[in-house]
């Protein structure tokens, strides 16, 4: 007899066997739904992470749009960006002008007779560039010939060494061009059999930059028409004697006429001639010709209107981050955010208020209305062009840039930073700067004898180095001072440093003064040719610095520049004390106009510690946090997953175990002997 299970069979022997144990429940599914539910926390932590993600992705857009109104900013929040004037010449060929300064409007009539050119110094011919010329020293300097007499300049003979690896032609050439001393060198060739000339050009033009060169000749003599010295050049010796070379252009200035004012200048660009206006000579003209000065607001307008267009990209990018569309229910990014709402209410409120200090001031713009700016319901800037070319003819430069005005024309405003404060600052002056000082104690004597007194340590505004003289019995004492104060501004130390020294004849005496002001300035002398040029005791007096208060408040000076005190209300307003008496000065009247003022909020909302970074920064560290709690979230559905899954294969188990002991008990009951009745 059999009995079957289900699907499971028993022989005879009465065994049973089976195919498996399950329910057939459906775990997967009911697990599935389950986390389902679970998971809709994890959905939510992801659905807040990817708002902080757009979020910090639309602050960025916000930074990169503010920084780039900032840089828009950048030219408007200087005075100088504003040129009021234009200056045009009648006759172009001969001069151009513009305005470079403070200059004034006005009619000039300008007649030019003679421009500024170079000296040019051509030597005899040579056969070939190759040829040997001599060995030595060559030492160039400059000045101005007249009346028989070479007068130094002062501005330092330089000296060019010639040995056996550069002697020839195009090697002189060579080593000249290569000192970099003010000297340009050519080789010109005139078609003739020995037609090779070497030319000296001296790279400054004027009547006192002409060239004075001395040769130390290795054969010893240094005047003759032999070896090295065949390119001296003395305009007072004679010709063959010392003077070898021939000039061929002159040294000469520029001669010209203003307002039948005779005017000589040493370069054809001339800035001091008319105050704030650059004339560039170009030719000479036998007709006087005219140049006007007059008020032209096409750069003002320019600058205006690129203020208006920077300002209207940045209302437009915030705006379209903040928006929110009534017809999709949909918000951006930005939408309601405070941060945002901040930088356009700080914007507004400025762009909406007057200049501090401006108004009421009468002719002087002070509200963006004045100009023909108005701010549009959209928040968007609208320029009135016919308003603002009216307007450009005022003090358009206030309205917008950060402006220092004194009212003592011998003070000049060198310089404001971001700490300075819109104000009316009085000046006073207790002190002014003055130059190092160093006075002979005897008059100073005239023999120079090589290797004897000829040496001279100079300490200029805290460098030192050591010149000698060049040996012989000076003439006077005008010409001794001349040859000090050359080879002291030759030094290329003192060139890199920016010092530079005046040696004067004061009735037989030697006095020096430093060409820099302040406290760094100083001059002392050692060395064997200090006791005979300057005595045995000399006096020297360093410089001083610049001394006073600005806003009642006790100024730091260095040199001509008086600078306001940290903390106080006018820290970073720098001023140029050039000259002017002790004691009151009048008043610096300081403003920030719109485009400054909007620079500083800019760079306090971009900085640091402003609210760009600060919202970014908050954000961030949510984003953080939220990623903490996803993947601890994480972790806990990943064991409660399994815990479901543990229980309902259980459950799965168990039901397969009772349906198979229920089909058991179900045969084991039908196998049983019927009874009947």
Do not use: C
């Given at each position: ?158 000296s060019v060494t010639i040995a056996s690896g550069n002697q020839t032609l195009s090697g002189i050439r060579d080593a000249v061009n290569a000192a970099n001393i003010g000297v340009s060198a050519t080789i010109v060739n005139d ?301 290329a130390v003192f060139a890199t440093a920016g010092s530079r020294v005046a040696v004067a004849n004061q009735g037989g005496v030697l006095a020096a003064t430093s060409a820099r002001y302040g406290s760094g300035s100083n001059i ?154």
């Amino acid at each position: 007899m059999a009995i079957t299970i289900g699907s499971t069979t028993s022989n005879n022997a009465g065994t049973l066997s089976a195919s498996g144990i399950g329910s057939g429940l459906d775990v997967n599914g009911i697990v599935t739904a389950l986390m389902a539910v679970e998971n809709k926390a994890l959905a939510a932590l992801d659905t807040r992470h990817a708002s902080f993600e757009s979020r910090i992705s639309a602050y960025g857009t916000v930074k990169s749009a503010m920084s780039r109104f900032q840089s828009a900013l950048s030219a408007l929040t200087k005075a100088s960006t504003f040129s009021s004037l234009a200056a045009k010449s009648s006759d172009t060929a001969t001069f151009t002008a513009s305005i470079a300064g403070l200059a004034v409007a006005g009619t000039y009539s300008i007649k030019v007779t003679a421009l500024a050119q170079a000296q040019k110094l051509a030597s005899s011919g040579f056969t070939s560039t190759s040829d040997v010329v001599g060995t030595g020293v060559l030492t160039f300097d400059t000045g101005a010939f007249a009346a028989g007499v070479f007068t130094s300049n002062g501005n330092g003979a330089k000296s060019v060494t010639i040995a056996s690896g550069n002697q020839t032609l195009s090697g002189i050439r060579d080593a000249v061009n290569a000192a970099n001393i003010g000297v340009s060198a050519t080789i010109v060739n005139d078609g003739s059999a020995a037609g090779n000339r070497l030319v000296f050009t001296s790279l400054a033009t004027g009547a006192a930059q002409s060239l004075k060169i001395s040769v130390g000749d290795s054969d010893g003599n240094d005047v003759d028409a032999a070896g090295l010295s065949r390119l001296a050049f003395d305009p007072a010796a004679l010709a063959g004697s010392g003077r070898n070379l021939v000039q061929t252009v002159a040294a000469q200035d520029a001669q010209l006429t203003i307002d039948g004012i005779d005017v000589r200048k040493p370069s054809n660009v001339i800035t001091d001639a008319i105050e704030g206006v650059t004339l560039n000579l170009l030719a000479t003209n036998a007709t006087a010709a005219t140049m006007s000065i007059a008020a032209d607001g096409s750069d003002a307008a320019k600058s205006v209107q690129a203020f208006v267009t920077a300002y209207n990209a940045l209302n437009t990018t915030l705006r379209s981050l903040t928006k929110f569309d009534p017809v999709t229910k949909q918000g951006s990014p930005l939408t309601g955010d405070s941060a945002v709402r901040s930088i356009q209410a700080r914007m507004s409120a400025i762009i909406g208020d007057g200049v501090p200090g401006l108004q009421g001031s009468g002719s002087v713009l002070s509200t963006l209305g004045q100009a023909g700016i108005s701010l549009g319901a959209d928040g968007a800037l609208v320029l009135d062009n016919a308003k603002l070319t009216v307007a450009s003819a005022g003090n358009i430069a206030a309205l917008f840039a950060a402006v220092g005005k004194a009212s003592d024309s011998l003070i000049a405003v060198a310089a404001s930073s971001a700490a300075t404060k819109p104000g009316t600052y009085a000046v006073t002056i207790s002190q002014l700067a003055t130059r190092a000082t160093s006075t002979g104690s005897a008059a100073a004597g005239l023999a120079i004898v090589a290797g004897v007194n000829d040496a001279l340590a100079v300490t200029l505004d805290g460098n030192t180095v050591n010149v000698t003289l060049a040996a012989g019995n000076y003439a006077s004492a005008d010409a001794l001072a001349a040859e000090v104060q050359a080879k002291i501004n030759g030094s290329a130390v003192f060139a890199t440093a920016g010092s530079r020294v005046a040696v004067a004849n004061q009735g037989g005496v030697l006095a020096a003064t430093s060409a820099r002001y302040g406290s760094g300035s100083n001059i002392t002398w050692a060395g064997s040719a200090a006791t005979t040029l300057f005595g045995a005791a000399p006096v020297s007096v360093a410089g001083s610095d610049v001394a006073g208060t600005i806003g009642g408040i006790a100024a730091n000076g260095a040199g001509q520049n008086l600078r306001a005190a940290l903390g106080s209300a006018a820290e970073g307003l720098a001023l140029s004390i050039t000259a002017g008496g002790l004691g009151a000065r009048g008043d610096i009247v300081f403003s920030r106009g719109y485009a400054s003022l909007l620079d500083a909020a800019l760079g306090e909302m971009l900085g640091r510690d402003g609210v760009v970074a600060t919202r970014s920064d908050g954000m961030t560290r949510s984003m953080a946090d939220l990623d903490g709690r996803r993947s601890a979230l994480t972790r806990r559905l990943a064991t409660v997953e399994a815990h479901y899954r543990a229980q309902f294969t259980a459950l799965d188990t168990m039901l397969g175990r009772m349906s198979t002991t229920s089909s058991y008990l179900t045969q084991q009951l039908a196998s049983l002997p019927k009874i009947n009745g």
